[in-house]
């Protein structure tokens, strides 16, 4: 029996690797981070869902706490880790737990084609600069990939909750290259519209 997951529901997707700052307020929360903290443990972020949440989730670790307030809120830096699936929900305490399975990719050695590799980060690249951002140079090494080009841009929840419910990450990245193909095009037309519009009226 593994130890309880401490769960905290949010509407947001964590993808393992990916940073997610956190300003922590309410007393239940304050009570389960310090616990995480005093106890060098992670807690669970499931994406929240109308009543309920999401049955996979990612672990989160605590990297920093980058302040702490008087009544005891606080800001803290935390990293995705591990992907699971919720097994029972345990309502014990003032947060919820879970036990939890984690998941691992079904087969290790299926790796994406290092030619897929590079479209995906060909594309991320264009993607980037269409939204003003410079393209950070992105290893292409070890299973992470396609997790490390969805979670660097404020990108469709749904669309990387099915990313982390993937067991390959040769299907992570194949779906974020029609992910990607699929927005360019209306960045693209968004950024002529934009560029159009800041012409004044007059036309060149």
Known sequence: MSALLPLFPLDVVLLPGAPLPLHI??????????????QKRSFG??????E??????????????????ADGRMN???????????????QERSFLQAEVFYLVDDDENDLPLSAEQEKAVRLHGEIMQLAG?????TEISGGQLAYRLAGSLPFDPDFQQAL?????????????????????PVLQRNAVAKRRAGGNGHLH
């Open 76 to 90: 803290i830096l935390a990293e995705g880790q591990k992907r699971f699936e919720v097994l029972q929900v345990n």
């Open 25 to 38: 307020f309410e007393p239940r929360y304050k009570e389960m981070i310090n616990e995480c903290l005093k």
């Open 52 to 69: 309920g949440f999401v049955n996979v989730g990612c672990t989160a670790e605590i990297i920093n706490v980058l302040k702490t307030y």
């Open 164 to 184: 982390l419910e993937m067991n390959s990450e040769a299907d992570r990245v194949r779906a974020v290259i029609s992910f990607f193909e699929r927005i360019l």
């Open 45 to 50: 972020i499931v994406r929240t869902k109308d």
């Open 133 to 137: 951002a410079q393209p950070e140079k």
